[in-house]
């Protein structure tokens, strides 16, 4: 079973960066297509950006242009580059595969909050 480890979470200003990676174990991760996903409080789990396992990417609205997902599939880690952060971007930040591949069990998180 996929297991996904996220870390690179903190406490940054508006307009601040963070650079989240996610560390998946399994022999196969290089086939499926990845997401990051965010839920903040009080709120649903929503998929905020997306990579194929050919590196094509897919971004939800609100993130476009400062966010950006990669992938090192030797590594098998994932990335999200978050640049020019807001304070709606306050969540709890997960990777896991994306939808139409099905989702696994899900990781601790890490914490992004954006605050002054």
């Known amino acids: 079973q996929v297991q996904f480890v996220e870390s690179g979470g903190g406490l940054v200003r508006p307009g601040g960066s963070l650079r989240l990676s996610c560390a998946a174990s399994?022999?196969?991760?290089?086939?499926?297509?990845m997401g990051w996903y965010r839920q903040a409080p009080g709120k649903q789990r929503e998929l905020v950006a997306a990579?194929?396992?050919?590196?094509?990417?897919n971004y939800a609205d609100s993130m476009k242009g400062r966010f950006t997902i990669s992938r090192d599939n030797a590594k098998k880690t994932v990335y999200l580059q978050m640049n020019n952060l807001k304070p709606e971007d306050t969540a709890v930040y997960y990777c896991n595969r994306d939808p139409s591949y099905g989702i696994g069990s899900w990781g601790q998180g890490t914490q992004v909050t954006v605050s002054s």
């Open positions: 399994g022999s196969i991760f290089a086939i499926y297509a």
């Open positions: 990579i194929t396992s050919g590196g094509s990417t």
